[in-house]
């Protein structure tokens, strides 16, 4: 049961325009929402996150947008820069316990100078 | 840089031995979470432990067990080991605050195949 689906495996963006990585999920418990880099050989890095009592969140080039009623969030990445291709997980939690986080499975951005 | 390390880097076992997978964690960092990554899929949360106790688990069955110690460091221990445990297995590590959207740091994993 993939609770946090990432529908895009890849995506290839110009440098300079704008990179937009997208995310639903189906579980109504999660309330907060992060998104993880991860360059090949090392960890997942926090990029990015989101509480549900807020739609948008910015830091720099990167934004991310929560539509709570339609389970989906997107990164936008403005504007793409060479350096910003690795794989991007979504991914969700409960604020309410643990820190259980379900990511998704990735999108492989590459960003073509 | 995030301050975790993992050790080893790459691991070959067969079918049905055993397994130990360690952790380094950032000085205070007193919760260190450890996930499984399959080849295409995201990472699987396996369990958390705050302060040497383990305090949530996936869906992984009882042969995934962990330790964590008062060092900062942690173990992941996998008992008869099957095909499918061939994976990634990150741990991250984390100021538990009392806030539990704390933000966690990955280690960068510890390759295991299983033949």
């Known amino acids: 049961d993939q609770q946090v689906k990432q529908n895009s495996p890849s995506l290839s963006v110009q440098e300079g325009r704008i990179s937009i990585l997208n995310c639903d999920y189906t579980n109504s418990m999660f309330d907060y929402f992060l998104w993880y880099k991860k360059y090949p050989a090392e960890g997942p890095t926090f990029l990015i996150s989101i509480s549900s009592i807020k739609d948008k969140n910015e830091d720099g080039r990167f934004t991310v947008f929560l539509n709570k009623s339609a389970k989906h969030l997107s990164l936008h990445i403005v504007p793409s820069q060479p350096g910003d291709s690795a794989v991007y997980f979504c991914?969700?939690?409960?604020?309410?316990?643990?820190?259980?986080?379900?990511f998704g499975t990735g999108t492989k951005l590459q960003v073509i100078p | 840089e995030t301050g975790v390390t993992q050790s080893p880097t790459h691991l070959i076992k067969t079918r049905g031995q055993q397994v130990t997978l360690r952790c380094s964690s950032q000085s205070g960092h007193n919760t260190v979470s450890w996930y499984q990554q399959a080849l295409g899929q995201g990472p699987q949360f396996i369990f958390q432990?705050?302060?040497?106790?383990?305090?949530g688990r996936g869906n992984f069955p009882p042969r995934f067990s962990g330790l964590q110690f008062p060092n900062y460091s942690s173990e992941l221990n996998v008992n008869a080991l099957e095909l499918d445990d061939s994976a990634l297995y990150l741990c991250?590590?984390?100021?538990?605050?009392?806030?539990?959207?704390?933000?966690?740091?990955f280690g960068p994993g510890t390759r295991l195949t299983v033949l």
């Open positions: 991914a969700a939690q409960w604020s309410g316990g643990y820190q259980k986080v379900t």
């Open positions: 991250a590590s984390m100021i538990n605050g009392g806030t539990s959207t704390d933000t966690q740091y």
């Open positions: 432990y705050y302060r040497e106790e383990e305090n």
